[in-house]
């Protein structure tokens, strides 16, 4: 079955630093996702991707964040300069078109800000 | 805005059928969906209802009632396995839209 990739599994930063949250989404699917999830707590919505740009995102996704589909694959996720508070875990998601249609998430990246 | 109410947590013996509840505050109503997520593993697409009734997925059922704004999800034949946090989630609108979760149910399957 098709799943989507994340990459890394793990990534530890020190505060301030730029980081790059990679993931393939399945690829017959054209919505993409980014979720987080800090420790114990529940899956928050970040932003989503259509069309080659962003459809809607939250208050969580400011200034700092950006999303890229560099190629027919990939979909990333970058925060420029990280804080302590970003550290969490990071799922991306994708879903095929037509209505009802479920989100398949990745295994996720563990973000370690130190 | 979204909300979901579910309990923080439900403990079941291995074998026994287990109902973990949700309620929903929102401001159109377009389905409810369960996932399953394994302690630091990705949330898992379970089962999704627009409609009122019940839905069957094998050992899993799914029950929406849109008058009450309520649903469950049913888990027979408790498996150890079965051992996760359960989470409700509703789009906020129609189509391919992301999705507002509840904050999950963890459930503790015992021997």
């Known amino acids: 079955e098709p799943e989507v990739t994340q990459t890394p599994s793990h990534q530890v930063t020190q505060m301030g630093q730029e980081v790059i949250l990679r993931c393939v989404p399945i690829s017959n699917h054209l919505y993409f996702y980014w979720y987080r999830q800090i420790l114990g707590q529940k899956v928050e919505f970040l932003v989503s991707?259509?069309?080659?740009?962003?459809?809607?995102k939250s208050e969580i996704f400011d200034d700092q964040f950006s999303v890229e589909r560099p190629d027919g694959s990939n979909f990333t996720l970058k925060i420029r300069s990280t804080k302590l508070e970003d550290s969490a875990m990071y799922f991306c998601?994708?879903?095929?078109?037509?209505?009802?249609?479920?989100?398949?998430f990745g295994d996720g990246t563990r973000l370690s800000i130190l | 805005g979204q909300s979901l109410e579910q309990p923080s947590e439900v403990t079941a013996v291995e074998g026994a059928i287990v109902q973990i509840n949700c309620t929903y505050q929102?401001?159109?109503?377009?389905?409810l969906s369960w996932y399953q997520q394994h302690d630091g593993g990705a949330p898992t697409f379970l089962s999704y209802n627009a409609l009122d009734g019940l839905e069957e997925t094998g050992r899993f059922s799914s029950f929406l009632s849109r008058s009450d704004s309520y649903g469950y999800l049913l888990l027979q034949e408790l498996q150890m396995k079965d051992s996760a946090s359960y989470f409700c989630a509703v789009p906020p609108n129609s189509g391919n839209t992301p999705l507002v979760f509840g904050k999950g149910t963890r459930l503790s399957v015992i021997a």
């Open positions: 998601a994708s879903s095929g078109t037509g209505a009802n249609q479920p989100q398949h």
């Open positions: 929102t401001s159109g109503f377009y389905g």
């Open positions: 991707f259509y069309n080659n740009e962003i459809s809607e």
